[in-house]
Every structure is written in structure tokens, then in C-alpha cells.
């Protein structure tokens, strides 16, 4: 299938020429240019490429490195995001933090580097990671509210995090696995300077408990498909159109050809969100004929043309293990509903 997705210079084909996880881009319109950012590219940290027409990319070499003064993180350096506000820009990403008395596997937190410029150098703000929930934690987005009031969207990692459900004793019986363990999307206010959170976190996604719940098949194929004993509910990214606040998010394994993405809406940005009966709206295409696999852990973004894009990774027969990104076109329906037009792949 081509793109039908056009640029400034012509239709986007996808796969792009970056390989990237997680990407995210952001316009930065005193430079009339697009950024992009993602997991991969660099060991302990991350690198930016840069685009006028969202096709051709430049690398712009590293943006965040863990040689400074104030890091915090010692490896696996993942998902970030980028804000501009008031011409500095802000970066918010996952890392393994180096306070780790009980030596965790997993001891993923989140924080926020500052620059002057998208292309940085980005240095931490605080030295720490913004806040401890006690648990694991990746994949921070933030919302911006109409009202002033700032969101942070996290996932809190499988790590240790074994849950109870019909797919877990359907795969205990199955001699599969004894636990299946789970992440869950939560939602937190976040300080208006970055410097904290406030109150505490309330959990908006997880995965189905029942195995007739209309998203338990599609959320459960790493299960299911004896690939691994997790489950995840994880990348997630809100925006708000009309009234309704869309929270995308991803599921199964993200190294795998399950991965998958799907959306919830809800009236206000701490849920109660109610997943979508479409779900899941971006996934593997192999069985129409197609060559693309693992799509997810998507971005949005919204051109200076008006246009709402799909930012995502996924993996093609040619690209191999290697993640690549993808951009397709993303509309709303008249009944509300979120479509990704995807995935794409040039002739």
C-alpha cells in the first residue's frame, strides 16, 4: 500500500530512513522545522534528527548524554518526549536510576532535562528523577491543560507486578506460565515548574481481567502466542479533541509482531477512560499481504498545516529487528472515532 500522506515536497514513504523506537516529533516553528526524537541511535542517551518536510531526515548528532554533572540514569535510556515552552525546550524520558539499594532489574523512573535549543544539549533539571512512586516507571507524557493544570502519564513496568485474571489461569492451566505480570497506565498532576507531582497517581489503563472482554484477545498475544509472561499497557499519549480527551496507548510485547495500538476516551484527563470498541487501530498488516510488523508506541502530531499524523516504530521484512519510524495520517471519524490510516509502506 502507498501513502497518501503528503508533505511540503511530496508523499511521506514510510518506512522512514531513521531507525528509531518511540519517536515523538515537535514543530518548532522559530526555525519553520521538525524534530525528531527517540530510544536508540546512542548508548546513555538520545539523539534529534531534523526535517523540513518530514520526509528527509538530518541527524543532529547527540541531544542528551549521561557525561554531566547532573544525571541521574545509568543506562537504558528510553522514550523521550519534547516540549517547548516559553523558547526552552524540555525533555522527558525514562532511565534506570542509580539509586538502587535492592539492586532491581528494573529500576525505571522518569525525568526532565532542559535547552535552549531543540537540538540541545539537554541538561537534567534536578539531578533526580521527578518522582518515586515505589515502582518501575517509563513512558512520561504530558498534557497541557486548557485550565492551566499540568499532567504527567506514566506506565508502571511489569517488573514484578504479577496480576490475577482469566488469562493468567488460562495460561497456568495451559502449563504456559505460573504468573502472568502487567503494566498500567497512570495519570498524576504534575507541578507547574516540573519539579514534582502532586497528589497521587490513579491508574486509567490496564489490561482486560476477563477473557470476553472485547479487548482481551488483541491485548493478550504475547500470552497467547506463548511469546513471553506479560502483558502491557504502555506508550501513551493523550490529546483532546471536542470534549473528549483520547489517551493512545500500547499493547503486547514491544520487541515482538504483536505490538499494537489502541485508544480510550474520557471526559477529563484522569479518566475514567473507556477503551475503544475498534481497538486496536494500528497493528501488524501481514495477513492482508502486507510486510509490516510491531507497530507502536506512537506520538501525535499536528503539522502547521493542520494535518494529525500517527508517529510510530515498527519493523518490515527488510529492516529486519531493527526499529524504523513510521508517519501516517490519523482522522476522526463523525462519530468520534480515532482511525490511523496505516501502516503504510512505499511501493
Known sequence: MSSALYGQSGSIKNPLNV??????????????????YGTGGVENGFMAYSSKDLQEWKSEGQVYSVNQENSWGTKDFWAPEVY???????????????????NEFEN???????????????IDMTGKPIFDPGYPIIDANVYFSEDGKLYLYYSRCCYKHPVESQISKWARRQN?????EESWVYGIELASDFSGVIGKP???????????????EWESRSVTSKEINRRWTEGSYIFKNGDLYYMMY??????GENYAVGYATSK????????????????????????????????VLFTKDGKMLCVYHGRTTKTGDERVVFI????????????????????
Do not use: C
Not at 531507525?19 to 525528531?36: C, E, N, R, W
Not at 516559553?86 to 538502587?100: C, L, T
Not at 490513579?202 to 482481551?216: C, F, G, I, S, Y
Not at 470498541?277 to 510491531?294: H, Q, R
Open 19 to 36: 531507525k528509531l523506537g518511540d519517536p515523538y516529533i515537535i514543530y518548532d516553528d522559530s526555525m519553520d522545522t521538525y524534530y525528531m
Open 108 to 122: 525505571y523512573k522518569i525525568g526532565v532535562a532542559e535547552a535552549d535549543h531543540a537540538t540541545g544539549p539537554f
Open 84 to 102: 517547548k515552552i516559553n523558547g526552552k525546550f524540555y525533555m522527558f524520558y525514562s532511565a534506570h536510576w542509580k539509586e538502587n539499594p535492592n
Open 176 to 180: 504456559l506460565y505460573q504468573e502472568i
Open 202 to 216: 490513579k491508574l486509567l489503563l490496564r489490561p482486560p481481567l476477563k477473557m470476553n472482554d472485547t479487548q482481551a
Open 268 to 299: 477529563h484527563p484522569l479518566g475514567p477512560f473507556k477503551k475503544s470498541a475498534n481497538n486496536p487501530i494500528l497493528e501488524k498488516n501481514t495477513a492482508k499481504g502486507g510486510d509490516v510488523t510491531g507497530t507502536g508506541h506512537n506520538s
Open 328 to 347: 501516517d495520517e490519523m482522522i476522526i471519524d463523525g462519530d468520534g472515532r480515532l482511525k490511523v490510516l496505516g501502516p503504510t509502506t512505499a511501493l
Open 250 to 255: 500500547s499493547a503486547n510485547h514491544f520487541a
